[in-house]
């Protein structure tokens, strides 16, 4: 397994290139970017743009370990609207263009939402219509899929949807396409449930891996801390990765950053993954 690191760990006001060159003095081998609105690798990103942050990358000889974006919060693939149901599908296939140009395996994707408790005024859309609209949204990205040479790897979030990884296992199988699977990320799971449990259920489903870690007595989206510090298994996690021959990128999405010395984060981050790994020094 590769260490990653999601782009959105670093502080907010690091532009790509700081982010890359914090990752690489950090000891990661990978960092995950992501698609955004507007700004750097927005919707309206150009080949020159891409090629500028290739650039960067082959500089300080770091992977970028996958593809991310937050625009399904805005965009949903179950809305009740179908125009907005639409525009999900459209960030999708931007992300699949721009993952097949970086030469990433894998793009991370939110199928929609039942719910969104910490979105105030989210939409609340009935379940049955949500798997429905997920389904025919997903199958739909299929062909683009292939084309570009990328998977689809469906992230476990709190979005009332797919809440086992038994619905999730059907979900994905449903689907009947070895480039749609589980972008499996190990906090998310620990409020209602064990990550060791669903690597073993998912198994080779499973495309990618975000670390983070969650302590459930503080309960809700204070519960995430850092890595170690809260009651994710890791050992037990690394051994069902390993149990089912998973050998990508493991990257750690890290939140909340840190209010000062925001950069550390990133060291520590490394640091710790390192132990998960049994990569440390002794």
């Known amino acids: 397994m590769r260490k990653g690191i999601n782009i959105w760990s670093f502080p907010e006001h690091a532009s790509i290139a700081e982010c890359i060159s914090l990752a690489k ?18 919707l309206e990103a150009t080949d020159k743009e891409v090629a500028v942050i290739q650039s960067a990358l082959r ?15 805005d965009y949903s693939m179950t809305s009740d609207d179908p125009a907005m149901r639409e525009k999900a599908v459209d960030v999708c296939k931007k992300q699949l263009e721009l993952a097949s140009a970086f030469g990433v395996d894998a793009i991370l994707v939110i ?16 379940y ?12 739909g990205l299929v062909p683009f899929a292939k084309s570009a040479g990328v998977s ?14 038994l619905e999730l296992r059907r979900f994905i199988d449903e689907i009947g396409s070895e480039l749609v699977g589980s972008y499996f990320d190990v906090g998310n799971v620990v409020h209602s449930g064990y990550p060791e449990q669903w690597i073993r259920i998912l198994g080779k489903r ?12 503080a309960g809700g989206l204070h519960g995430f801390v850092d890595l170690l510090a809260g009651d994710v298994n890791y050992p037990e996690v690394v051994s069902a990765l390993r149990s089912i021959g998973y050998d ?6 890290m939140i909340p950053g840190y209010t000062h010395y925001a950069e550390q984060i990133i060291v ?5 993954m390192d132990v998960i790994l049994g990569r440390a020094q002794g």
Do not use: M
Not at 59 to 73: H, K, R, S
Not at 154 to 162: A, G, M, P, S, Y
Not at 248 to 253: D, I, L
């Open 25 to 42: 003095n950090a000891g990661f081998e990978g960092i995950e970017l992501s698609l955004n609105k507007t700004g750097e690798l927005g």
């Open 59 to 73: 500089e300080a000889e770091l992977d970028i370990a996958g593809l991310a974006t937050g625009l399904y919060w």
């Open 111 to 126: 199928p929609g939402a039942v719910g969104v408790d910490f979105i105030p005024g989210a939409a609340v859309v009935d």
């Open 128 to 139: 049955e219509y949500a798997y429905e609209r997920a389904q025919e949204a997903i199958a």
């Open 152 to 165: 689809l790897a469906i992230e476990n979030v709190w979005n009332k949807f797919l809440l086992s990884p």
């Open 206 to 217: 499973i495309k990618k891996v975000h670390f983070k870690d969650y302590r459930r007595q």
């Open 248 to 253: 990508n990128y493991v990257t750690a999405e």
């Open 268 to 272: 520590n981050t490394s640091l710790a």
